[in-house]
């Protein structure tokens, strides 16, 4: 089982920026991939970034150039960083962990999701 504990979001206004973080414990393995999703309402969850533990990382092309991801492998934590944040940007954030190397935000090939937390950008 693993558990996820998301941190960080708020309020900003466009251009500005925020930092998510996302604490993974529980039995993680040492081969793992952790990605950020994110929902607007009456929108689907989409992926934003996706890291895995050979440091593959991908981005969506919405976020490419403004947003950064990193993970700590020793402590299994997840940081996305959002630069340039725009309204568009506005969602719920979700942080997500799969017990394999994965390619791709394909949603269902992630095991484990965090409860969320919200990014709010305004113009």
């Known amino acids: 089982q693993v558990h996820l504990v998301e941190s960080g979001g708020g309020s900003v206004q466009a251009g500005g920026s925020l930092e998510l973080s996302c604490a993974a414990s529980?039995?993680?393995?040492?081969?793992?991939?952790m990605a950020w999703f994110r929902q607007a309402p009456g929108k689907e969850r989409e992926g934003v970034a996706v890291i895995r533990t050979d440091s593959i990382e991908q981005y969506a092309n919405s976020v490419k150039g403004r947003f950064n991801v990193s993970l700590d492998n020793n402590y299994a934590i997840l940081t996305l960083r959002m630069n340039s944040l725009k309204p568009e940007d506005t969602a719920m954030y979700y942080c997500?962990?799969?017990?394999?190397?994965?390619?791709?935000?394909?949603?269902?090939?992630?095991?484990?999701w965090g409860q969320g937390t919200q990014v709010t950008v305004s113009s």
């Open positions: 997500a962990f799969s017990r394999k190397l994965l390619s791709g935000f394909l949603s269902s090939s992630f095991g484990y």
């Open positions: 529980g039995n993680t393995g040492f081969f793992y991939s």
